[in-house]
């Protein structure tokens, strides 16, 4: 079996293996009612480490995924938040951002917070209005909330993604980025 | 920093992947919660539940600690001792509490007054919801124990939401607190309201339907219960929330009311879903 092809029963995999923790233990790990986002992070982290089409891919699954436990947003909406921010994430990654150490948790951050407004943005032009009830200060701390669990373990998704990842086309084209990601050194088929 | 050579390519997949998402979206919305895709997640939710109901039963233990690390905040004025002694006897205590407590759930359960004589189904939470957007909860039971779309929830305080979806053998129960749920409420003066959902952290609003009444005098600390009235989505007298507050604005003729959930819908496991359709 050819190590692309590998590389996408592991991501596959670790997407499996995501949600099922999503759905059992993101529920115990609230914070100010906030529960963590696993399937947006790893979404970040497949477009630092592969790029943008490898971003939009993983974030589209990882966003279907996650809309199959959804029942009051349609299918297909966080697919489509997820599958934009993959790929803005990994557009941004190969053409704007500089390597730095803090450049995974910062992006983390920043892309986790954007995820959740635009999930809302898109649910809003989409019909899904309730999303909007809540109330800023709801989206707010959603936002606020969600990105610091994504920064907090951005390093260890980002190695985990990395490893699940190697030999895949978008990590050997543009290598994964430093600060917690497996150096490309190690990573074989380079 | 390398460079990313197919940009054409990666904006052909993104397209392709925005059109197929904008699909599902717009079939989903389309079909009202009927068809194919409907069907899909159904599966893939009984698919998923004994994996589901395994993995949350051994994780629990590990959500536990964590919950309690994250709390560490509001327990800092205790001393270093007493923290130890605590861990350490939660540690060994952990398992027959919890054991202890779904015990007593379940007994509790047995007899809710408000029933009143409507069949029940006993049924244990698989998933608490892990989205920020949609306050509801995966139940351990679908269609094959007579779980059905539109069926009240309740718990030993009073109402906890109604069936939202449902497969063959588990089902999602949408919490009141959700802003897409909606129950009618009997206020003081026969008069009728709406208790509606605003979100995981406030208390629910409650808007009054004065027609040809006067307005309803409330007090804070009242229980208001399900009105029960034709077309209803559930039966009547089912006790919903307490008011938590309330205010009339100069100029205005109904109260501003909201209220708060008797259930505590942080600390669910087992329910009882009514056996109840409107019709």
Known sequence: ?190 | MAVYRRPSRTRYVLAVLVLAALTLVTIDARSNGTGLLSDIRSKVSDGFAPLQRGTHAALQPIGNFLTGALDYGSLRHENQTLRNQIVALQQQSVQAAGEEAAAEQVLAEQHLPFVSGIPTVSVEIIDNGSSNFENSVTIDKGTTSGVAVGQPVVAAGGLVGSVQSVSAHTATVILLTDPTFAAGVRLPGANIGTAQGVGRTDPMRVTVDTTNLAAPKVRAGEELVTSGLDFEKFPPNIPVGRIAAESTSPGQAEPDITLAPLVDLEQLSYLQVMMWSPQ
């Not at chain 1, 029963?9 to 233990?25: C, D, E, P, W």
């Not at chain 1, 529920?27 to 592969?50: H, K, N, Q, W, Y």
Request: net charge neutral.
């Open chain 1, 1 to 190: 079996m050819s190590p692309h092809v590998l590389a996408r029963l592991r991501v596959g995999l670790l997407l499996f293996v995501a949600i099922l923790v999503q759905t059992s233990l993101a529920s115990d790990l609230r914070v100010a009612e906030v529960a963590p986002d696993f399937m947006v992070l790893i979404t970040i982290c497949a477009g630092m480490a592969g790029g943008a089409e490898a971003g939009a891919w993983v974030g589209f699954w990882a966003g279907l995924a996650t809309d199959m436990f959804l029942t009051s947003t349609p299918l297909g909406l966080s697919a489509l938040t997820y599958c934009l921010v993959g790929a803005a994430v990994g557009a941004l990654r190969a053409g704007v951002l500089q390597e730095h150490r803090a450049l995974i948790p910062a992006v983390a951050f920043v892309a986790t917070a954007a995820a959740a407004v635009l999930f809302v943005a898109l649910g809003d032009v989409l019909g899904q209005s309730q999303l909007l009830d809540a109330g800023r200060s709801w989206l707010i701390r959603v936002a606020l909330v969600e990105a610091l669990w994504s920064t907090v373990l951005s390093l260890p998704v980002s190695i985990v993604y990395a490893w699940a990842a190697r030999g895949s086309a978008g990590i050997e084209q543009l290598g994964p980025p430093r600060g917690g990601m497996i150096s490309t050194e190690r990573l074989p088929a380079r």
